[in-house]
């Protein structure tokens, strides 16, 4: 029996919550820490580095007891409205920072909200994704699934990109403090909400059944299908070159274009961005997987990015500061993302049905752990990257409004958000070719083998 349009609905709001909730943090606990708090550009790069492996290596596990877990409501479901109702409070406690907490404290407080934000959030988006090939009936129900969550995900992230900053300024009043306070309150319930829906909506099927397996075997069966981890690599490659330029724009605005209107201009980039980004998932990537296989859709993607970059980098050194012409190499980027976002959670979804191919098991959720995994250690290492830019080229200071920086400074800046992207694009792209090997094609074919093998 297929997912009903309602169930769906569902699933898609469940995608818009959870991934507010991640921009939210992914995209400014940097800025929040550094530039609002006055907490150390090398104490927040390290600390952010370090709970972001800490909580990836952790995504393996809660994928083996989701799989384990046997409950009258199901095995997702209750880890879903657990994990959200739990990391919705610490996401407001960690952006609620009371002002009388300094020195140590501070520093205290700031690492144990962030840990067990990444913690609780791993309860809760392990068993999201893990539902896909659990549900899905075939390779096209699962791949439509992926673009429908990926998609709604996507417009999530853009909901926060665009209006986070200027909402931070309206709540506040000027503060940004206060601010941050009152906009991750406001998100930490919408986020509340969309899981309750899901949870009440998604009626779970006797058919996501699941074999367990124990830690070892897990890390075993990971090893061994070697398709997993190519895609592993790869995305974790080129998610660091994109999370680096994600994590640094809002300093490009704010200190290289800068002026008193910064806000307004980082705004209409990143509304344009965020728009551009969810139609490339709605509409350029079925029109390219129309003409193209997945793979030449993604070499496709990367390409884009890249020319993106380049141009980016071109028009910073020009010292051009309309952002009119700041959407050239927006819109490529943008849409590249896009693309590249719902392939992720395609190719993995491939490498279930390979895993059983090859190995024997089926193991969703051990597999789908990855899809976290990557994002968190990517987020990682490029925040890591991003706060020491920001220490060795002294951009960032506690000011409210933008200064005027060194020119060495500035250019530091617009090299380390656009060189070493294009690097691991380029790297991205060639381990990419050489390692993949799940055409089309060869997933028709394994497709075909399992269902020859469930029928005889």
């Not at 986070?164 to 506040?172: N, R, S």
Request: glycine content about 8%.
């Amino acid at each position: 029996m297929r997912l009903s349009g309602k169930e769906k609905a569902a699933y898609g709001i469940g995608a818009v919550g959870k991934d507010m909730v991640y921009m939210l943090t992914a995209g400014y606990i940097l800025y929040y820490f550094q530039d609002v708090l006055g907490i150390s550009a090398v104490f927040t790069g390290v600390l952010l580095m370090a709970a972001r492996v800490f909580d990836a290596m952790n995504d393996p596990v809660m994928g083996v007891i989701v799989a384990k877990t046997k409950t009258k409501f199901g095995k997702f479901r209750p880890w879903l409205l657990l994990g959200t109702l739990l990391n919705a409070v610490v996401l407001y406690a960690m952006f609620a920072i009371p002002e009388s907490v300094k020195g140590n404290s501070l520093l205290i407080y700031a690492a144990v909200a962030y840990i067990l934000w990444g913690v609780t959030y791993t309860m809760m988006d392990i068993p999201y994704w893990s539902m896909i090939p659990a549900f899905a009936k075939d390779g096209k129900e699962r791949e439509s699934l992926s673009t429908l969550g990926r998609t709604c995900a996507g417009v999530g992230s853009a909901i926060i990109t665009i209006i986070t900053v200027k909402a931070v300024e309206i709540l506040g009043g000027g503060n940004e403090r206060v601010g941050f306070q009152y906009f991750a309150l406001i998100i930490a319930i919408l986020f509340a909400l969309s899981a309750i829906i899901m949870c009440v909506c998604i009626k779970e099927k006797s058919t996501v059944d699941m074999e367990t397996t124990s830690i070892g075997e897990m890390f075993k069966a990971l090893l061994k299908n070697d398709q997993a981890m190519a895609v592993v690599i790869a995305i974790v490659i080129l998610n660091c070159a994109t999370y680096l330029t994600s994590n640094l724009v809002i300093y490009f605005f704010k200190y290289d274009i800068g002026g008193e209107g910064w806000r307004n201009t980082y705004t209409l980039f990143t509304t344009f961005g965020g728009g551009i980004q969810i139609l490339s998932m709605m509409l350029l990537y079925p029109l390219l997987r129309k003409k193209m296989s997945t793979t030449q859709v993604f070499r496709t993607g990367l390409i884009m990015e890249v020319v993106g970059y380049v141009v980016l980098l071109v028009l910073a050194c020009m010292n051009m500061t309309s952002v009119v012409l700041l959407l050239i190499p927006g819109f490529f980027i943008f849409a590249a993302t896009g693309v590249l976002t719902v392939l992720t959670t395609v190719f993995l979804a491939n490498t279930v049905d390979y895993g059983e191919w090859k190995n024997g098991r089926r193991d969703e959720s051990v597999i789908f752990s990855m899809q976290t995994f990557v994002v968190k250690l990517a987020s990682g290492i490029s925040a890591l990257l991003a706060s020491l830019c920001l220490e060795i080229f002294h951009i960032s200071d506690n000011a409210d409004a933008a200064l005027d920086v060194a020119g060495s400074s500035v250019m530091g800046l617009r090299f380390t958000m656009t060189v070493i992207p294009i690097a691991g694009l380029i790297a991205a792209f060639i381990f990419f070719r050489r390692k993949y090997i799940l055409t089309d094609e060869k997933v028709q074919e394994i497709a075909d083998t399992l269902k020859e093998k469930a029928n005889g």
